[in-house]
């Protein structure tokens, strides 16, 4: 590896390049496929709340088996507490970036863009 390349490595975080490639890998085929600017936009969405929405199902799956298996012990259903806060804001946003698409075009219909 170059020198300029593994400075630039030892820089970025691990998980930050991980994600930033997953999103390039989940986006570049979905824009390849849509053939105009409206059409690589609608795909990415749609590939995103697929994605968003199976990791939230997941999370919500986890979340009630930590919470069935806290046993009443206090620090076990404290970290059960967190996941249920992390899983409701996680099902927030991706409800918000599926509307994102209809916000958009209300706001376009609003300005006659």
């Known amino acids: ?5 593994s400075l630039l490595y030892a820089r970025v975080n691990k998980k930050t390049l991980f994600l930033i490639l997953l999103g390039v890998a ?11 600017l409206s059409g690589m936009a609608s ?5 995103i709340s697929a994605v968003g929405g199976s990791i939230v199902f997941i999370g919500w799956v986890v979340t ?8 009443g ?7 059960a507490k967190k996941a249920v806060v992390a899983c409701t804001i996680g099902t927030i ?10 916000i ?3 706001i376009r219909n609003a300005f006659g863009l």
Request: hydrophobic residues 50%; charged residues 10%.
């Open 93 to 102: 946003l991706v409800i918000l970036a599926g509307a994102s698409t209809a």
């Open 104 to 106: 958009m075009g209300v």
């Open 26 to 36: 989940i986006a570049l085929p979905s824009m390849v496929l849509g053939a105009t």
């Open 73 to 79: 012990s206090p620090e076990k259903t404290g970290t």
């Open 43 to 47: 795909s990415v969405d749609t590939a």
């Open 64 to 71: 009630g088996i930590l919470w069935l298996t806290s046993g």
């Open 1 to 5: 590896m170059s020198k300029s390349i």
